[in-house]
């Protein structure tokens, strides 16, 4: 039987563009323990989004409800009024993360830098996720929480860094004013 | 605040869609009343369909598990409930014409005269008031489940359509979040969550803790040979739903039951005893346990509410008043939260 070459081209189409999200999938961490079975469940609660250039994704001081992912296109992060970059991310990138456990204010604005789809995982989906399919959902979780927690070990320790600089500062114009 | 030319274009547009949507659900009215009827069936039953696809199922099966589940104890509900329920109300109708009951009646009458003579003969009609009461119950019954379109195509679309918002309400909820814009999307999922979380637990509640009190009462009333337990039982069960005066009315049909039948002073006592038993356990047991959430309404504005209810619905519309107000006021609530969080207000 030969192949009807519409039909196969729908399919096929479909095929690729669920294969591609399911890449950009396993590149985000709190994904990445997840088994194909288990990352197909995620991704039907997925929220699918399409961004013109220069279309607000979320201003900075809203109050955030989860993270984004980047199927395709490329997304700006800005602070303040006038919006100074803070980073250009691009395809399999994630941001918002932190707003899946904490509902507060996003701390940066954010902008599609080209035409942008993104795939949005919330809060309400993650608690969803762990009602109906705790194990999934757990995995998800903890995952989040090593995240999480390493840039917290991360920030600890640029802390320490600073104020053993400051320290060192301060022992230094202590010494001068002695000096002087 | 700056109202530019745009804002209130979009603001007058909003306004019409929403006569619009109010104006075709108004016509819509019976179609309307079953797709919420179903929603709130699907919504209370949620969890249940949750439970067991979180055990062994997906959620196809997980549905049909909960609609067998469902559909035994409606069965049970029309085999032992339904027939005695038709039944007592028929037997008070006719009960209400005879002459026994009309000297009954008429002693009644006498006696509240005797200690309040400025109430005339004419406004202390007990009997005709008493049949007013219960027709407009029975016809409010009939009309929630009867004239909706007909009962058959009520009881056909009903499950069926409680069956596709239990399977699929997921995908429902995710495909209309799908279609609100870029820019408020967000905020519509997160008042949805806020909503849900609030209301899922307070109707959810309101319905156990109902069907948990009008179960009591049911066998209570059996147990102590009082007519009619079967009404008394789902009417203490629906009282109980307004705060403050649902459980006293729920006692007083009891009581009035009792007293216009055979009067037996000791039985009046051991109803009044069965009533006050079932509100300790319902305030120290039930509640906690059943009821998740409370709206916390405002006794004023329960009153008035109540009193709206019966104005516009009667009887029914008198006992569902506060569940409604405390939709209403959570919803209104989110909205304006949400609304003000992402500053469009």
Redesign the interface.
Known sequence: MTEDPLWSNIFKRQKTEKEDIFTVMRKVPIFSSLDSKELRAVEH?L???T?EQD????KQG??G??MYIIESGSVRIALGEKQKLLALLSRGDFFGEMALLLEAPRTAGAVAAAPTKLL?F???DL??LM????ETGNKVLIRLSQMIAERLKQTSIENQHLRTKLNELEDKSAHRKKIS | MNYSPAKIIKFVLLVCLLALFFWLASILQSTVTILIISFLIAYILDPLA?YF??KWLNRMGATVVVFLFIAVIIGAIFSFLLPPVLREIQVINNNLGTESSMESFQKIELTIRSYLPFISPESLNIREWISRILDTTFSSIISIIGSVVSIVTTMVIIPFAVFFLLKDG?KMK?AF??LIP??Y??MV??I??KT?EQLGGYLRGQFFDAAIVGILATIAMWILGVPYYSLIGIFAGLSNMIPYVGPLVGGAAGVSVVFFTNGDSQLILLVIGAFVIIQLLDNVLIQPLVVARSVNLHPLLIIFVVIIGGQFFGILGMLLAVPATGVLKVLLLEFYNGFR???LL
């Open positions: 609660i929220h699918h989004r961004y279309e607000v994704i979320f809203e109050p409800l989860g949005g919330f809060q309400p608690f969803d009602s109906a399919r705790p | 949750s696809e979180r997921r995710k979040v799908s870029n820019r999307f967000e999922l997160n949805m969550h849900d969080k992402y500053k």
